[in-house]
């Protein structure tokens, strides 16, 4: 009997080393420098008249820089799926001369306006490895919780929402070489809401899992239903840079 107790402790023993030998995961640190595209308007509740403003020739939104973190953890069960957790920030601020311009409490402005907008946005992302090789493949969900405020002449709003999105990774390895080359999205559409995301990128793997990485990324939101009265249809793009860490 005490060789068969020890047979299952060794056993047991040996599956926990395979697993923790196959655990493992990757963090990043990046700064998005992204230029802003779109419009926005506010109108307040039975009134029917506000400027639908273009973000960058009206409001004066200009190209500027955020951070971004990511999080990935895996494991070897296959049943139940990988985590990944992610937190972006986009923010702008502006000012520019404006003619005939209605914001919500704002009527029929002809001067000076300031604006921001501040727009966070934490992830949540549960995901399979359907290839796991020289090429790889990750499919999953990602439930987003967006946050912001915009401000313009001291009339600040402020909105949050979550959602869920679809969520896909794949990345090429090259041969004989410590270069991959990765495409990475999220994305959702339904009756007054649209959004999506995507990296396109290559990383340099220096040593021990420690690497750089650069490329492109885009974001587009367009909704009218964050809040009441508010509608805004914009895109921010630009070249990223991040270091990456895959343990």
Known sequence: MSNIRSMLVFSVVSCMTAHADTIGGEVSFGIFNHSP???????????????T???VDTLG?????DIFLKLYLEHPLPILPNLKLAYTTLSHKGSNHVTDFY??????LTGEVDSSLSLEMTDATLYYEIFDNWVNLDVGLTLRYFTGD???NHEALSFSTLTPMLYAKTRFDVPVTDLSLQLEANAISY??????DYELSARYTLAMGIGLEAGYKAFHLDSNELLDGFDADMNYSGPYAAAVWDF
């Open 37 to 51: 595209d779109g419009y926005a308007s506010y109108t307040l509740p039975f009134e029917d008249k506000g400027t």
């Open 53 to 55: 403003a273009d973000i």
């Open 61 to 65: 939104f200009s190209e500027t820089q």
């Open 103 to 108: 914001w919500g409490e704002i009527d029929n």
């Open 150 to 152: 915009m401000d313009v």
């Open 191 to 196: 009756s007054g809401f649209t959004s999506y």
